[in-house]
RNA sequence: GGUGGGUUGGCCGAGAGGCGAGGCAACGGACUGCAAAUCCGUCUACACGGGUUCAAAUCCCGUACCCACCUCCA
């Protein structure tokens, strides 16, 4: 089946078809590493994980890049007001931004380049643009480069806007623009900013404007035309605009698929205009699990736009809670890709489409524990549920929880041991019929934090 | 001013001309000493007003409300 996605250049679902057969390069926009990941950030990286692993399921060979935002105005601004040099701040947010993926099982990209490991490679493109006549530097001396939006007369292409429409930008400081639309492709450096927070260059000492890093890196590692470029639905417009018309002035023909997430707010409002310091990946991972939240994550389809509460949340893990609970009533099963329902792979084929492969999801664990309670086998089932999460991300069994579960062998193993010397004073109550001291022994577990299921082989216990 | 998106049952959330997505919650039944889990059943929704059509949540026109982007936000 041909898989088929959204491209917002062109505003309409589209057959996927790869630059070269067999292998997809996918650029996707990762974060500016400036302050703490919230559940907003991450669902661009669910996302396009999902997307990734959809891609590897279908047999392609993906390149999958994604990259990280190191140096820009609020890092320096940031740092600048904690008192720390920027890079310190850049790198502790990255290791942040990691351990959220990790929690989240969201595999690593092929690769994932620095902005500020790549500005030889942006001077060469800025080279390339103001040799084709689509850049000038800054007659003011200030070091600046800037595109030269009315030299190319395609910009606008990708969000269909006209230059002339745009409203001309607002920010203070257009020292030495031919026109105020024009975006800097080179900063030079100013006085206030830390020496360290500039490269040599040939139009003098300065940092990266903040969309050639992409433009460089893509080219770099995906070639000058790759397949899909991804990232969040504000980075359309000017991001995504303004890479694509540097790329495409310098003769690389870019991007042949346009992807974009969509939002999460809270109370209406964007996560990032909100104060959300509850939302923050560390502290929704105090009361959830990380596989909760990736499964309240892929359970909307990516480009609608999800209103987060802990409510839904709470709903989305106790859903999640019947899948996992039938996977452990059914036994151990392996994941096998032949053995994905039909509807899940349509359901996934057209735009990703996660909430009706959700769905489907659920009708396989019904089927599955019909089977269960008619005493029959269940195993096909199993088997589809499984596969069906690992495309997901989201197997319960992937050693990648682990890292969140932090379980403890030890202290398992001590309170096994004496949960279940409880649970056998139990079991000899409940054949001597004296449910009085059955429950009181109950009641002392459950008290504990513990919850006691009594199944056909007997009582098992888990911590609440 | 320009560009784009949204409004679906008690709640979350799919679908995009006909065939009741799915989940959560609730209620009834089965099973269980009681629970839990599970199964069966019940709850027939698409912002509003027109229109097109044999048939509209879905297409068209209008209205209301909400949201995003318009030069360094996932």
């Not at 205009?273 to 994550?297: C, F, H, M, Q």
């Not at 057209?350 to 524990?369: F, M, S, Y």
């Amino acid at each position: 089946m041909t898989f088929r996605l959204y491209d917002t250049a062109t505003r309409e679902v589209r057959d996927f078809v790869p630059l070269h057969e067999g292998e997809v390069g996918l650029y996707v926009c990762g974060l500016t590493v400036q302050s703490e990941p919230h559940v907003g950030h991450v669902r661009s990286g669910v996302n396009f994980d999902v997307l990734q692993r959809w891609l590897r399921a279908k047999g392609f060979a993906v390149t999958f890049i994604r990259n990280v935002t190191d140096i820009d105005d609020k890092i320096l601004i940031k740092a600048a007001d904690q008192g720390r040099p920027w890079y310190n701040l850049a790198g502790d947010m990255h290791r942040e931004l990691t351990r959220a993926y990790e929690s989240l099982n969201v595999a690593a990209p092929t690769y994932e380049p620095l902005a500020t490991g790549h500005v030889p490679e942006m001077i060469e493109l800025i080279t390339d643009l103001i040799e084709a006549g689509h850049a000038y530097p800054a007659t003011d001396g200030s070091g600046d480069v800037y595109f030269d939006v009315r030299s190319w007369a395609d910009y606008g292409s990708l969000t269909r806007q006209g230059v002339d429409d745009m409203e001309p930008a607002a920010d203070a400081d257009p020292r030495g623009k031919r026109d105020p639309r024009d975006f800097a492709l080179w900063k030079g450096r100013k006085e206030s900013e830390p020496e360290t927070a500039s490269w040599p260059a040939p139009w003098g000492r300065g940092r990266p404007g903040w969309h050639i890093e992409c433009s460089a890196m893509a080219g770099k590692y995906l070639g000058p035309a790759f397949d899909i470029h991804g990232g969040g639905y504000d980075l359309r417009f000017p991001h995504h605009e303004n890479e694509q018309a540097q790329a495409r002035a310098a003769g690389r023909p870019f991007a042949s698929y346009w992807m974009h997430n969509a939002w999460i707010t809270t109370a209406g409002e964007k996560m990032s205009k909100s104060l959300g310091n509850s939302l923050t990946i560390p502290a929704v991972l105090e009361r959830y699990r990380g596989i909760d939240l990736r499964y309240y994550l892929v359970s909307a389809h990516y480009r609608s736009h999800v209103e987060f509460s802990f409510d839904a949340l709470t709903e989305a893990a106790t859903a999640f809670a019947r899948i996992e609970h039938f996977l452990d009533r059914a036994g151990e099963v392996k994941v096998d890709l032949a053995a994905l329902p039909d509807a899940f792979v349509a359901a996934m084929d057209d735009d990703l489409g996660t909430a009706t492969a959700t769905a489907v999801l659920h009708d396989t664990v019904r089927e599955g524990n019909r089977a269960l309670a008619a005493g029959e086998d269940a195993s096909g089932a199993a088997i589809a549920v499984r596969t069906m999460l690992d495309v997901l991300g989201l197997d319960p069994a992937d050693p990648a929880w682990a890292v969140t579960t932090g379980d403890d062998d030890k202290l398992t193993a001590a309170v096994d041991a004496l949960v279940k010397g409880l649970l056998h004073e139990r079991t000899v109550a409940r054949a001597e019929k004296d449910w009085a001291r059955a429950d009181a022994i109950r009641d002392r577990i459950t008290d504990a934090g513990i919850e006691v299921t009594d199944t056909p082989d007997g009582p098992t216990w888990t911590v609440n």
